[in-house]
């Protein structure tokens, strides 16, 4: 190991996390004290709690996002790795208002994986990109040894075009704004655990891996004035509604009447012990609007198949505390708070 | 597994290669069978021959591109894998003739790494940012349970915009071209390798690793005619050439006595039965230039410390052969070939 001037001290305690651990890329709160201690501070141009980037390039504004992927098994109802990678990135753009062009790749192969898999997986790739209407550009390709990967590792990153004058955000949301959620949660992430498991539940439930760029166009063609928006993935509805009240400092009140989930995707979550709110999806998000344009989203997201079962799911009020609180079905209010640990590994 | 309306063939034979092997990756001719059988066919827009692709945003022309970094080990003579993953991506965009703007990052983190290694490779891929004038703006932390992952993987991508007319490319070479080499070569591939087996050799040899932006800059700056730039890394130059003449189906022609191999590195090949052109670089490349500039540009490297012991390699002829051949110190022409196999796992 060559010497380097480290700093001396990492800003996580070492003694309390030696080594890193699953959680720390579960989306919960270890996952936040990472990028918060430790990528925040030291990227000094990184847009930590969001999405993507907002950037200029010439004399447009463009968003640029990534994620890699890791999803176990790489097939599963409803989806597999490669359309994920697609519509994960595509729907990072669109989180930024961005409407998506352009999709790099990246693969990490493990030495031994079948040819067979690799095709599918580039197939899969090239029709997600196909139905999201970007094109994939540019790739790369790494083999690990075997042992030192995991059959099939992606990586994809974004490129998007604003074509609006929103500063699409936390930041900007604002009293009064209205919360809307696009459809019913918790698909993906019981999908995925029941594929994993071998799990058998009444009916097949299917992962709702979709992109939803579309949709989100939709919105901003029509001059919706469209404060935030954000994908419901690693750690569910709950984390996604906590990291935009922390951002903004504003209180988010929902009400859990608005939140659906389906039979089925109830029952897995009682016999897995899972609480839907924190359940991974891969093609739902919240938009926080102003509110006199509430009816007028409302419309748009019951004309398009990804957002028919939308609903208007809270308001952003004026209390300055950063949190998230909710109205049960019997009246009670609580406070919605992030996931302590890792619900489930490797989700996305 | 769900049924999905896959190609019936893979297109990669699969009795001959029914699994990925570790040359896939190695920049030889597994890997741009990959690239040219199985990826550009299915990728339609991917541009398949060069470092980065280069793309409309608004009125500007930009370069965006992308690689995942699986160096073993983590730290070696030289550099890091957060530095490789830094300068990589900023040389592939300068190899796109781009001025670097923004690179993401991905980290693919195996559970139990020690949170201080995290730490440092974070510091030093800012550091590499800082010293290449680009900004990390934005990420993603995914983690893998122990022993499906090996410490940390990083992806990068790149965003640079285009400030000049030209179309940077093996497509844009012309016969009369002259090839301009930046520096010695051998050293990176050497380091990586000694580091890893514990070899010890008279001298320590450092990786070459650094940013070439700057200097390509220079180039295009003072408005050297630059018709094609590519970096020497998997495969090193001869693999660089050999791509170069292939996609422009022009003859290269090199001259052996402009290749500068140190003394210690040309020692240790010997010693490990690596031929030096094929060994990775990681801060050397090749620029491609009409003749009539040839005498500026080698000054504008000779007055850079990345380019001070920059050589006339050689030249593009009026040959329709796609190969390349080199004269050798004793006067003898043979043809220079892509690596077949893999000479050296897990590079970069």
Redesign the interface.
């Given at each position: 190991?060559?010497t380097?001037d480290?700093?001396p001290t990492?800003?996580?305690p070492?003694a309390q996390?030696?080594?890193?651990?699953?959680?720390?890329?579960?989306g919960g709160r270890l996952?936040h004290s990472?990028?918060d201690k430790?990528?925040a501070p030291?990227?000094?141009?990184?847009?930590a709690q969001?999405d993507?980037?907002v950037?200029p390039?010439?004399?447009?504004r463009?968003a640029?996002?990534?994620?890699?992927?890791?999803v176990r098994?790489l097939?599963?109802?409803?989806?597999?790795i490669g359309q994920m990678a697609v519509h994960g990135t595509v729907n990072d753009l669109a989180m930024c208002g961005a409407r998506p062009?352009?999709i790099?790749?990246?693969?990490?192969?493990?030495?031994?994986?079948?040819?067979?898999t690799?095709?599918?997986v580039?197939?899969?790739?090239?029709s997600a990109?196909a139905a999201a209407g970007v094109?994939?550009?540019?790739?790369?390709?790494?083999?690990?040894?075997k042992?030192?990967?995991?059959g099939v590792?992606i990586?994809t990153?974004g490129?998007g075009?604003i074509e609006h004058d929103l500063n699409i955000g936390p930041r900007s949301i604002r009293a009064g704004d209205a919360i809307i959620l696009s459809g019913d949660i918790g698909r993906h992430g019981i999908a995925i655990m029941a594929s994993r498991e071998g799990l058998s539940f009444e009916s097949d439930i299917e992962s709702d891996l979709a992109p939803v760029a579309d949709l989100v166009m939709n919105l901003l063609d029509a001059g919706i004035e469209v404060h935030c928006l954000r994908d419901l993935t690693r750690g569910g509805l709950a984390t996604a509604l906590v990291e935009i009240a922390q951002s903004s400092n504003l209180q988010l009140q929902i009400e859990e009447a608005a939140i659906q989930v389906r039979e089925d995707v109830r029952g897995a979550c009682e016999i897995l012990g899972f609480d839907p709110m924190y359940v991974a999806n891969e093609g739902r998000f919240v938009a926080i609007i102003a509110a006199d344009d509430v009816q007028r989203a409302l419309d748009l997201f019951h004309q398009h198949p990804l957002g028919c079962d939308a609903t208007l799911l809270g308001r952003v009020t004026d209390q300055r505390t950063g949190r998230v609180t909710m109205t049960s079905l019997i009246g009670a209010n609580r406070i919605v708070d992030m996931l302590s640990g890792e619900q489930l590994?490797?989700i996305?």
């Open positions: 190991m060559t380097k480290f700093a990492c800003p996580i070492i996390y030696p080594q890193v651990l699953l959680a720390h890329g579960g996952m990472l990028i430790l990528y030291t990227f000094d141009h990184l847009e969001h993507g980037a950037l390039l010439g004399d447009a463009m640029f996002t990534t994620d890699s992927y890791v098994p097939f599963f109802p409803g989806g597999d062009l352009y790099s790749t990246s693969l990490i192969l493990e030495e031994g994986l079948p040819m067979e690799l095709w599918q580039v197939q899969s790739m090239q990109a094109h994939i550009v540019t790739g790369d390709t790494k083999v690990v040894d042992g030192k990967g995991d590792f990586n990153a490129i075009i590994p490797r996305c």
